[in-house]
């Protein structure tokens, strides 16, 4: 059955998934704060500023006004950056007070909120009441919107405690070249991606460096280590970061062009600014609060995160790459 699908944020990733949402035959509304840019979608079928090569479904529809986009939707998908997230859901109770029904509630970002520390799904069952809603799923993994826009092969996880919502989720996303897993690790699936975002960026600043493979695998393996010590002492299970939404989106942040946090790294390691990185972009880089955000939960949590701490450093305290990198070399010898 045709379903009703509003995808908030019209970014790279938003537009991507509402695009695939067409696809698959739902009628979807992608919401977006930027009148122009929804001009652009409804009468070019583009998004040149976030996707310049993709030609969009023309029964996608975009719009700013959000009653439009959600009122009476049976699944809402949140796909803005992390720390605006719980302004949008704010803007959106109005609009579900006055709904027919109580629609999914979705989200494909990746990050902790600042200040809060909080996970996504957190922030959006606070601001949105329990009574406007039916259940909460987080879609996840190795995806970069540039390879779903080229309908290349992706694995993600719809993560929910309520696995009939993330069954009906993953069935809403699955088709030829987009296969979805469910998860039941919701805590797990939410560490994992906003905590790749982090280790992305030291990963980039090897390479922008000029360091080899050796040191990039062994910056993934104990970033993953240390993903997982985070993630499970929130109440993760292990082996959720042994799956897509761990180690796969790890891989493929830590070691993609297209991705936002590793070109950042990469060109904090060329000697820019993180200014000057932030200006240029263009994009979210999710990893700069998420570093934050996790360098202050493991200093809560008494978590020993050194690779975390060695990129705050040089994110918040302008240290210098090579010497945190000397840092983390030099600490005593350890087990594995
Ligand atoms: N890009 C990708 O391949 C993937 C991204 N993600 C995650 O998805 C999330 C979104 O990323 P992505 O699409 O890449 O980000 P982009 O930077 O491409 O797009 C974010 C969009 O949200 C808009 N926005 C910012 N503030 C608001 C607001 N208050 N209300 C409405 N819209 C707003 C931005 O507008 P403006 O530019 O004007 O600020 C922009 O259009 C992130 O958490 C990211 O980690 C996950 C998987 C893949
Ligand atoms: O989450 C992503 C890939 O799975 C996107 O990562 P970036 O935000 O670094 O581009």
């Not at 939410?190 to 090897?206: C, P, R, S």
């Not at 929130?234 to 796969?248: D, E, H, Q, R, W």
């Not at 942040?253 to 993180?274: D, F, I, K, P, V």
Request: no cysteine; charged share 20%; proline share 2%.
């Amino acid at each position: 059955m045709t379903q009703k699908i509003a995808v908030l944020g019209a970014g790279s990733w938003g537009s991507v998934l509402a695009n695939l949402l067409v696809k698959n035959g739902n009628d979807v509304v992608n919401w977006t704060n930027m009148e122009e840019q929804a001009k652009e979608l409804n009468e070019n079928h583009t998004n040149r500023a976030y996707m310049p090569d993709l030609t969009y479904d023309d029964r996608l529809i975009a719009t700013t006004d959000l009653k439009m986009a959600a009122q009476d939707a049976d699944a809402i998908l949140f796909v803005v950056p992390t720390q605006v997230m719980r302004l949008v859901a704010q803007q959106l109770v109005d609009v579900l007070k006055n709904s027919k029904q109580k629609p999914i509630i979705i989200h494909a970002s990746k990050g902790l909120e600042l200040n809060t520390h909080k996970r996504l799904s957190q922030v959006l069952s606070e601001e949105i009441p329990a009574e406007y809603r039916s259940s909460m799923v987080v879609l996840s993994g190795p995806s970069h919107a540039e390879d779903v826009a080229k309908d290349d092969l992706t694995l993600v996880t719809a993560a929910s405690s309520n696995i009939n919502a993330a069954r009906k989720v993953q069935s809403l996303f699955m088709s030829e070249h987009f296969r979805v897993y469910t998860n039941d690790d919701i805590v797990g699936v939410e560490m994992g991606a906003a905590l790749k975002n982090v280790i992305a960026i030291g990963a980039g600043a090897l390479h922008g460096l000029g360091y080899g493979d050796d040191a990039k695998a062994a910056l993934i393996t104990r970033g993953l280590a240390e993903i997982s010590r985070l993630g499970v002492a929130f109440g993760a299970k292990p082996l959720t970061f042994m799956g897509l939404s761990g180690v796969g989106d790890l891989i493929v942040t830590a070691t993609s062009e297209h991705s936002r946090n590793w070109r950042a790294g990469n060109e904090l390691g060329q000697g820019m600014s993180l200014k000057e990185v932030t200006n240029t972009m263009g994009m979210v880089i999710e990893g700069v609060p998420s570093t934050k955000a996790a360098y202050e939960l493991a200093k809560q949590k008494k978590i020993e995160m050194p690779i975390t701490d060695a990129i705050y450093d040089v994110l918040y305290n302008d240290k210098n790459i090579k010497t945190v990198i000397n840092g983390l070399m030099e600490r005593e010898g350890k087990a594995e």
